[in-house]
């Protein structure tokens, strides 16, 4: 099995347990190689509600680990501006570890609550 089998795998068994609710929606993390992207969702409608990826941000001079803790902070910072404060988050499978926990970290900083 790959790595990518592996991670979905694990993805999988840990979402049979963790769903986001309308109270407490669900914050979840995909990371690929070069970027990383973040995610709120409310499960029980189905819907996204606040999104945010290093996509357009200015990267120069800054290491994979900074831009994820900025993207927490932003994720954070918009989700405060629609009135969500407490979240479930999930990790996507990865090791809670590195970029992963930077964002989360990021997140924290920013106000969100999990």
Same mark, same amino acid.
């Given at each position: 099995?790959?790595?990518?089998?592996?991670?979905?795998?694990?993805?999988?068994?840990?979402?049979?347990?963790?769903?986001?609710?309308?109270?407490?929606?669900?914050?979840?993390?995909?990371?690929?190689?070069?970027?990383?992207?973040?995610?709120?969702?409310?499960?029980? &409608?189905?819907?996204?509600? $606040?999104?945010?990826?290093?996509?357009?941000?200015?990267?120069?001079?800054?290491?994979?680990?900074?831009?994820?803790? =900025?993207?927490?902070?932003?994720?954070?910072?918009?989700?405060?501006?629609?009135?969500? &404060? =407490? $979240? $479930?988050?999930?990790?996507?499978?990865?090791?809670?570890?590195?970029?992963? =926990?930077?964002?989360?970290?990021?997140?924290? =900083?920013?106000?969100?609550?999990?």
């Amino acid at each position: 099995m790959n790595k990518v089998a592996s991670r979905n795998k694990r993805h999988i068994r840990v979402r049979k347990h963790l769903a986001g609710t309308t109270a407490r929606p669900r914050l979840a993390v995909y990371r690929s190689s070069q970027h990383i992207y973040a995610q709120i969702i409310d499960d029980a &409608q189905g819907k996204t509600l $606040v999104a945010e990826s290093d996509m357009k941000l200015e990267k120069k001079g800054k290491t994979k680990m900074d831009i994820s803790f =900025e993207i927490g902070k932003k994720l954070a910072e918009k989700a405060l501006k629609k009135a969500i &404060q =407490e $979240v $479930v988050f999930d990790r996507g499978g990865y090791a809670y570890h590195g970029r992963v =926990e930077k964002l989360a970290s990021g997140a924290r =900083e920013g106000g969100l609550k999990f």
